[in-house]
């Protein structure tokens, strides 16, 4: 167990909708990492927060957003669903003086859109 | 970021030792170089880190030569649960994001 806790675990619903994907970091981890895994593209990075704000962006689409919140959990909104938005979406989180690198990955959400 | 590359897949027996490489050739002098190992449908999981020379942990051991430029990670009598994708990460100090290649992916056979 990372200490790294993602709801819903699986989700399934139509083109054209919207959803949001949450996380909750380690206690005391102030970053947060979204991620999107497809079989075709891999594990991709979307974002980063760091205590609130907006760290680092990555391959995130418009349509999605996301948000740190003061009691440093996130949420992930995903909307205008398309059936290539289905993937598994990974939460992590990290210290701040920890090892370089070293991320605590949540077991992730499972997208399914139909 | 330092690119790196790592073999597609490798199978192994149970049992013998299995060391995957990985060559980062524009690794800079700030960099660590980080292994994380992914079971399917599961988010990865850190295993190792070293800087240089060689590292030991209860999963694994990581050697880097003096030059950096490369890494092996050695996983030793490996057994079907060993069977994952393994990623080989160049990262510098700090909170910053990982980037992710496509790993290798690790078959043990009984």
């Known amino acids: 167990d990372s200490g790294v806790t993602q709801t819903p675990k699986h989700l399934i619903t139509a083109t054209g909708q919207r959803v949001t994907l949450r996380c909750s970091p380690r206690s005391g981890d102030l970053s947060v990492y979204w991620y999107q895994q497809s079989l075709d593209q891999g594990l991709q990075f979307l974002i980063q927060y760091y205590n609130g704000e907006e760290r680092a962006k990555g391959n995130i689409l418009e349509r999605f957003s996301a948000q740190q919140f003061p009691d440093l959990h996130s949420e992930l909104n995903l909307s205008s669903l398309e059936l290539g938005d289905s993937a598994l979406y990974f939460c992590?989180?990290?210290?701040?003086?920890?090892?370089?690198?070293?991320?605590?990955f949540g077991e992730g959400s499972r997208l399914t859109v139909l | 970021l330092a690119k790196t590359t790592q073999p597609i897949s490798m199978d192994s027996y149970e049992g013998q030792e299995v060391n995957i490489t990985c060559s980062h050739n524009n690794i800079a002098t700030n960099d660590y170089i980080t292994w994380y190992q992914q079971f399917p449908s599961q988010g990865p999981r850190f295993i190792i880190q070293?800087?240089?020379t060689k590292v030991t942990n209860e999963v694994a051991s990581l050697f880097i030569p003096a030059d950096r430029k490369s890494s092996t990670l050695s996983l030793p009598r490996v057994s079907l649960s060993d069977t994952a994708v393994y990623y080989c990460?160049?990262?510098?100090?700090?909170?910053?994001?990982?980037?992710f290649g496509k790993g290798t992916r690790l078959s043990v056979i009984a």
């Open positions: 992590a989180s990290s210290v701040s003086q920890g090892r370089a690198g070293e991320l605590f």
């Open positions: 990460l160049v990262v510098l100090r700090g909170n910053t994001p990982l980037v």
């Open positions: 070293g800087y240089k």
